[in-house]
Protein backbone atom coordinates (compact mmCIF):
# COMPACT_ATOMS: atom_id res chain seq x y z
CA UNK A 1 0.00 0.00 0.00
CA UNK A 2 1.19 3.61 -0.86
CA UNK A 3 1.92 5.80 2.32
CA UNK A 4 2.89 9.56 2.57
CA UNK A 5 4.09 10.92 5.29
CA UNK A 6 4.43 14.24 6.50
CA UNK A 7 6.92 15.71 8.90
CA UNK A 8 8.33 18.91 10.82
CA UNK A 9 5.10 20.95 11.27
CA UNK A 10 5.16 22.35 14.98
CA UNK A 11 4.31 25.85 16.20
CA UNK A 12 6.11 28.71 15.35
CA UNK A 13 5.76 32.61 16.22
CA UNK A 14 4.99 35.27 13.02
CA UNK A 15 7.76 35.43 10.80
CA UNK A 16 9.84 32.10 11.40
CA UNK A 17 10.90 29.90 9.09
CA UNK A 18 9.75 26.16 9.30
CA UNK A 19 10.90 23.22 6.56
CA UNK A 20 8.58 20.20 6.06
CA UNK A 21 9.08 17.01 4.80
CA UNK A 22 7.22 14.10 3.07
CA UNK A 23 8.25 10.33 2.61
CA UNK A 24 6.55 7.73 0.26
CA UNK A 25 6.78 4.23 0.23
CA UNK A 26 4.71 1.35 -1.18
CA UNK A 27 5.53 2.71 -4.68
CA UNK A 28 5.93 0.28 -7.64
CA UNK A 29 7.09 2.58 -9.84
CA UNK A 30 7.75 6.54 -9.50
CA UNK A 31 5.86 9.73 -9.41
CA UNK A 32 5.51 12.27 -11.66
CA UNK A 33 4.95 15.12 -8.89
CA UNK A 34 4.87 15.19 -5.65
CA UNK A 35 3.60 18.86 -3.75
CA UNK A 36 1.74 20.02 -0.89
CA UNK A 37 -1.99 21.40 -0.21
CA UNK A 38 -3.36 22.83 3.13
CA UNK A 39 -6.82 22.98 5.01
CA UNK A 40 -7.24 25.52 7.84
CA UNK A 41 -9.90 25.78 10.35
CA UNK A 42 -13.28 27.06 8.85
CA UNK A 43 -11.80 26.90 5.41
CA UNK A 44 -11.68 24.88 2.10
CA UNK A 45 -8.45 22.83 1.13
CA UNK A 46 -5.82 24.83 -1.50
CA UNK A 47 -3.72 24.39 -3.22
CA UNK A 48 -0.32 24.98 -1.57
CA UNK A 49 2.71 24.16 -4.42
CA UNK A 50 3.69 21.40 -6.13
CA UNK A 51 7.32 20.04 -8.16
CA UNK A 52 7.74 17.58 -11.06
CA UNK A 53 10.29 14.54 -10.27
CA UNK A 54 13.34 17.21 -12.44
CA UNK A 55 12.75 20.12 -10.02
CA UNK A 56 12.24 21.98 -13.76
CA UNK A 57 8.35 22.71 -13.19
CA UNK A 58 6.99 24.57 -10.24
CA UNK A 59 3.75 25.91 -9.32
CA UNK A 60 2.63 27.72 -6.19
CA UNK A 61 -0.48 29.21 -4.78
CA UNK A 62 -0.28 33.32 -5.11
CA UNK A 63 -0.43 33.63 -1.16
CA UNK A 64 3.03 32.05 -1.12
CA UNK A 65 5.35 33.03 -3.94
CA UNK A 66 8.37 34.32 -2.75
CA UNK A 67 8.00 32.65 0.59
CA UNK A 68 7.94 29.08 0.18
CA UNK A 69 9.99 27.03 -1.96
CA UNK A 70 9.20 23.14 -3.12
CA UNK A 71 11.38 20.60 -4.53
CA UNK A 72 11.63 17.02 -4.79
CA UNK A 73 14.27 14.22 -4.85
CA UNK A 74 12.58 11.43 -6.89
CA UNK A 75 15.67 8.82 -5.93
CA UNK A 76 13.80 8.68 -2.63
CA UNK A 77 10.43 9.80 -2.98
CA UNK A 78 10.40 12.86 -1.10
CA UNK A 79 9.23 16.43 -1.53
CA UNK A 80 9.76 19.09 0.66
CA UNK A 81 8.75 22.42 1.36
CA UNK A 82 10.76 25.52 3.34
CA UNK A 83 8.33 28.15 4.55
CA UNK A 84 9.56 31.63 5.14
CA UNK A 85 7.97 34.97 6.67
CA UNK A 86 5.55 32.72 8.10
CA UNK A 87 2.05 34.49 9.25
CA UNK A 88 -0.96 33.45 10.58
CA UNK A 89 -2.89 32.83 7.12
CA UNK A 90 -0.78 29.59 7.03
CA UNK A 91 -2.20 27.75 9.86
CA UNK A 92 -3.48 24.93 8.72
CA UNK A 93 -2.74 21.72 8.07
CA UNK A 94 -0.56 20.46 5.53
CA UNK A 95 -1.30 17.77 3.19
CA UNK A 96 1.54 15.88 1.38
CA UNK A 97 0.27 14.64 -2.52
CA UNK A 98 1.61 12.59 -4.59
CA UNK A 99 0.73 12.45 -8.75
CA UNK A 100 1.72 9.19 -10.46
CA UNK A 101 1.94 10.53 -14.14
CA UNK A 102 1.82 14.02 -15.74
CA UNK A 103 2.84 17.67 -14.63
CA UNK A 104 2.17 18.80 -11.37
CA UNK A 105 -1.14 20.85 -10.71
CA UNK A 106 -3.69 22.98 -9.11
CA UNK A 107 -6.35 20.39 -9.14
CA UNK A 108 -6.70 18.48 -5.97
CA UNK A 109 -8.46 15.61 -8.05
CA UNK A 110 -5.48 14.89 -9.61
CA UNK A 111 -3.62 13.48 -7.40
CA UNK A 112 -3.42 9.77 -6.81
CA UNK A 113 -2.36 9.62 -3.14
CA UNK A 114 -2.40 11.96 -0.03
CA UNK A 115 -1.11 11.81 3.44
CA UNK A 116 -2.25 12.26 6.57
CA UNK A 117 -1.04 16.02 7.05
CA UNK A 118 1.35 17.80 9.48
CA UNK A 119 -0.19 20.74 11.38
CA UNK A 120 1.94 24.08 11.17
CA UNK A 121 0.47 26.57 13.85
CA UNK A 122 1.57 30.24 13.12
CA UNK A 123 1.23 32.34 16.64
CA UNK A 124 1.30 36.22 17.10
Known amino acids: QVQLVESGGGEVQVGATLSLSCAAS????????MGWFRQAPGKEREFVAA????????LYADSVKDRFLVSSDSAKNMVYLTMTNLNSEDTAIYYC?????????????????WGRGTQVTVSS
Open 51 to 58: VNWNNYIT
Open 26 to 33: GLTFGGDA
Open 97 to 113: VLKTTGDPTTQASAYDY
